[in-house]
């Protein structure tokens, strides 16, 4: 675990929302067109909680807001059984390459227990795996999230 990191619920560091709102737009909406901006800030409102789904957790290193990750309900409308999802992963593009998104990662899965989840699904563009396959994820299946080609995959905590 990176030292240097400290973890945060974005209820505690409401300041960051505007950033990860940024973020996740020009990474996974602007070009699909699928939320505005200020949707993207709604949703993320949403994950104010500290001790309910939907929570995001920001990774600081020092003042400087370096990733965020979300833990929250039924990420793909199309599966419906699968109840608790890890999504949202971000990583600054300054950060990447310090495993930021490996300790965001870790310290959600241990969220997650903390709070009684069973098992975390997630999705993926990388349809190889990538970092969850190393941390323990395994395939499910893969399928059509809004016209992206992504792995479902699932860890038993």
């Known amino acids: 675990m990176n030292k240097d990191l400290a973890f945060y619920y974005l ?51 020092g003042d400087e807001l370096v990733g965020v990750a979300e833990l929250k309900f039924h990420e793909m409308d ?3 059984e699968y109840e608790h999802w890890l999504g949202g992963v971000y990583v600054s593009p300054a950060a990447r390459g310090e495993n930021v998104a490996k300790d965001l990662v870790l310290y ?39 016209g992206v080609q992504v792995l479902v995959m699932s860890k038993e905590i």
């Open 11 to 61: 209820g505690e560091k409401p300041q960051y929302l505007p950033k990860i709102a940024s973020w996740y737009f020009k990474e996974w909406c602007e070009q699909s067109g699928r939320y505005s901006q200020h949707e993207v800030m709604q949703k993320l409102e949403k994950a104010l909680n500290q001790n309910s789904l939907p929570m995001s957790i920001v990774a600081l290193r």
């Open 78 to 80: 199309a599966y419906l």
């Open 108 to 146: 959600l899965i241990d969220q997650a227990k903390r709070m009684g989840i069973k098992t975390l699904y997630l999705q993926t563009e990388h349809l190889a795996g990538g970092l969850y396959s190393k941390l323990g994820f395994t395939p499910l299946f893969e399928a059509d999230s809004k």
